[in-house]
Structures are given as structure tokens and as C-alpha cells.
Antibody
């Protein structure tokens, strides 16, 4: 069974850092591109960042570019999101999601994790 | 950036009725690369449709997707109680990928 489990969400002060993790199982992680998508309470979905299978193709939303870093460790079946200089507007529920392909081109998200909550507040 | 506008914002229907949800794009979506997701309270989104009209694995055939270019639809032929949820469209034909704001399908 395919499973994605996020962790690392917390309450942090503005300007601080946080690292999210996503551990996957049930599929060959190293073959697929991966995404981070966030959702604010009661609001819609916002794509954050994507990474190809070999980390050779990485893209970010303008809202997080220069502050967030996506990475992966295929040996550990793990995806990460290093979030620096956090702002109150980064407060959201963060999902990791699997792409349908390897990530040379990013497509849709065919499997999602259950998410983790990030709250940025003083 | 391609802006997706979903309509209506809320759709009130009864079980057994037909639901038609729309997703309009601010510019043509290459290759009709459009997906639909269903999200229930407290749960992650679930992929329903990709490439505008292909049902994802395990999705009942009462769900169908259509359209091309800038206008797309998700149709649920006969609503079941478990279909009442929020539905999002996503385009992946242009960079960055973007989502619509969602349509809430509620019980009348």
C-alpha cells in the first residue's frame, strides 16, 4: 500500500526556520518526482515546490523562492522542505504528494500524504 | 501564470441528481493537462481525473471529465452521499502549476 507520512510541523515565530519531512512507502520513491502543496485553513490549495527523481529539476513558487529549499534522500525514501525566514502567511497545512512521472516535466499529484501543520506566529 | 476559476463556488444538490462543475482557465492549457481532485473534511485531496478526461485508478465511472482549451467540466452522473465534498481543478500544462479555488458540493 502506498503511504506518505509528513512530519515536522510546529508553531514557530516569524523569522525562524523549520524542516518538514515526508517518508514514503509502497512505491519506488527514487523513480518519481515529488511535490509540496500547502493549504490554509478554510482556503484552497497552493503549490509550493517540486523536485525530480534525481534532484536535477527543482522549482519553487514565487512566494517561497529564496526562503524554502526542497530536497530528497532516495536511500531513505524521504522528501524534505527546509523552510527559512518563515512569515505569518506561511501558516498552512503542508502536504507532500507524488508526481505521476519522474519529474523531467511535472504533472499531477496522484498520491498525497495526510499533511502536517505549520503555524507561524509570535 | 494560468489562473483557474471554478464555478459555481457552492453547488447544492440532492443524492441521485447530476452535478456539473466548471473550471475555466485564463489561457489555453497545453495538452489539456488538467486534473480534478476531491477533498473531504480533514482528509487529503484525492485524484479523480487527469489529462482532462481520464479517470484515476479506483474512481467510479459516475465521475467523468471533459472539455479542452480553456473550459473544462467535471460531471458526477448520479450523486452518492459520499460525493458531497470540495472539488479542485489543477492545471499542469503551464508553469507554475496552479489550482482553482474549489467548488463546494453540498447536500440540498
Amino acid at each position: 500500500e502506498v503511504d506518505l507520512v509528513e512530519s515536522g510541523g510546529d508553531l514557530v515565530q516569524p523569522g525562524r526556520s523549520l524542516r518538514l519531512s515526508c517518508v514514503v512507502s509502497g512505491f519506488s520513491f527514487g523513480d518519481y518526482g515529488m511535490h509540496w502543496v500547502r493549504q490554509t485553513p478554510g482556503k484552497g490549495l497552493e503549490w509550493v515546490s517540486s523536485i525530480s527523481w534525481n534532484s536535477g529539476n527543482i522549482v519553487y513558487a514565487d512566494s517561497v523562492k529564496g526562503r524554502f529549499i526542497i530536497s530528497r534522500d532516495n536511500a531513505k525514501n524521504s522528501l524534505y522542505l527546509q523552510m527559512n525566514n518563515l512569515r505569518p502567511e506561511d501558516t498552512a497545512f503542508y502536504y507532500c504528494a507524488k508526481d505521476r512521472g519522474g519529474g523531467f516535466i511535472f504533472y499531477y499529484m496522484d498520491v498525497w500524504g495526510k499533511g502536517t501543520t505549520v503555524i507561524v506566529s509570535s | 501564470e494560468i489562473v483557474l476559476t471554478q464555478s459555481p463556488e457552492t453547488l447544492s444538490l440532492s443524492p441521485g441528481e447530476r452535478a456539473t462543475l466548471s473550471c475555466g482557465a485564463s489561457q489555453t492549457i497545453a495538452n489539456n493537462y488538467l486534473a480534478w481532485y476531491q477533498q473531504k473534511p480533514g482528509l487529503a485531496p484525492r485524484l479523480l481525473i487527469y489529462d482532462a478526461s481520464i479517470r484515476a485508478s479506483g474512481i467510479p465511472d459516475r465521475f467523468s471529465g471533459g472539455g479542452s482549451g480553456t473550459d473544462f467540466t467535471l460531471t458526477i452522473s448520479r450523486l452518492e452521499p459520499e460525493d458531497f465534498a470540495v472539488y479542485y481543478c489543477q492545471q499542469y500544462g503551464g508553469s507554475p502549476t496552479t489550482f482553482g479555488q474549489g467548488t463546494r458540493l453540498e447536500t440540498k
